[in-house]
Structure formats: structure tokens, C-alpha cells
Nanobody, 123 residues
Framework: VHLVESGGGLVQAGASLRLSCAAS????????MGWFRQAPGKERDFVAA????????YYADSVKDRFTISRDNAKKTLFLQMNSLKPEDTAVYYC?????????????????WGQGTQVTVSS
């Protein structure tokens, strides 16, 4: 599935951003989806994941209670609402599509990826 992220930008600490990940295929509704991020010089880390129906979600401890993952299957779009942003949230954010959530917190569990969108949080 072809994925395109958007919504990144430069914000101050404490601000909010909403990332979007648009899919071009109807098969989007068959996939579990996830968000990962990669800071300079670091590995790509799990942020959040959601089942195909949206009724099951997972979060990394570092973003729990600040970030919310959601999806609109009719619009074939995945979202990540990010509140109370911190400088350590600075990274390129990627959305991924997975056949299942079995390995939802590992990037090897995802079949397709978007190109990423940069999020920079200044202190």
C-alpha cells in the first residue's frame, strides 16, 4: 500500500501537531497501521499502532497520555495527534502498514512505509 505522511513542522515545546498518513488503495482498511520515528543518529522507534478496525491501540511509554493514534477508513487516512510536545519528540515520523499487530512495536512487522515527515520541537 502506498502511504504519504503530512503535517510535520517546527513548533515550540508544549504545542500540538496532528500528523496524517494517506493511503491510495482501498486495501488500507485491511491493514493494521503504526507510527514510528527516527531521530538523527538513532534507530527507528515505535510510537503507536492501531488495528484495522481502530478498536485496539498500542503506545510507547514515552508518548502515552500525550499522543493519540486514530484512523478514518472511509478516507483511507491514519492520524497521530501529538500534544504537549517535547524537544525529545524531534524526529522524522513514519507511518507503516502491517498485516497484523503481532509485532506492532518492531519495524520488521510492517510491510510498507511512507517517506516520512519531519517534526521539530524547540525548547
Amino acid at each position: 500500500v502506498h502511504l504519504v505522511e503530512s503535517g510535520g513542522g517546527l513548533v515550540q515545546a508544549g504545542a500540538s501537531l496532528r500528523l496524517s498518513c494517506a493511503a491510495s488503495e482501498r486495501s488500507f482498511t485491511s491493514y493494521a497501521m503504526g507510527w514510528f520515528r527516527q531521530a538523527p543518529g538513532k534507530e527507528r522507534d515505535f510510537v503507536a499502532a492501531i488495528s484495522w478496525s481502530g478498536d485496539v491501540t498500542y503506545y510507547a511509554d514515552s508518548v502515552k497520555d500525550r499522543f493519540t493514534i486514530s484512523r478514518d477508513n472511509a478516507k483511507k487516512t491514519l492520524f497521530l495527534q501529538m500534544n504537549s510536545l517535547k524537544p525529545e519528540d524531534t524526529a522524522v515520523y513514519y507511518c507503516g502498514a502491517a498485516v497484523s499487530l503481532k509485532n506492532h512495536d518492531e519495524d520488521v512487522g510492517y510491510e510498507d512505509w511512507g517517506q516520512g515527515t519531519q517534526v521539530t520541537v524547540s525548547s
